[in-house]
């Protein structure tokens, strides 16, 4: 219970002061979904926000989907908003 209290404050700090670095969710299983979505993002950015997430328990990767390399998706597509590449990530902390 305290880990998932300590998690939520590590959540709510980094989404207030990196709001630009994704969304992150709170799945029901306790894992957490991460959506790096926009040519601003990269999986890097996902992978950062997990590690904030987590802490020093670090955190597994459940899955990771992404249409970039798709051949419909434009590949300067740099816009935060609206961005035809998506990427999206599950984590479970450790």
Same mark, same amino acid.
């Given at each position: 219970?305290? %880990? +998932? ?10 989404m207030?002061?990196c709001?630009?670095?994704? #969304?992150?969710k709170?799945l ?15 999986w890097?950015?996902?992978h950062?926000?997990? #590690?904030?997430? *987590?802490? #020093? ?5 459940v899955?990771?989907?992404? %249409?970039?390399?798709g051949?419909n998706?434009?590949? %300067?597509?740099?816009s ?6 998506? +990427?999206?990530?599950?984590?479970? *902390?450790?």
């Amino acid at each position: 219970m305290l %880990n +998932r209290t300590i998690a939520a404050v590590i959540v709510a700090v980094a989404m207030s002061a990196c709001a630009s670095s994704g #969304k992150i969710k709170e799945l029901e299983d306790g894992d957490w979904q991460i959506d790096c979505s926009g040519g601003f993002y990269n999986w890097s950015g996902c992978h950062s926000l997990a #590690k904030r997430i *987590c802490g #020093k328990g670090g955190f597994e990767i459940v899955s990771q989907i992404t %249409n970039e390399g798709g051949s419909n998706v434009g590949s %300067n597509d740099w816009s935060a908003a609206g961005s035809i590449i998506t +990427r999206s990530m599950v984590v479970s *902390c450790r």
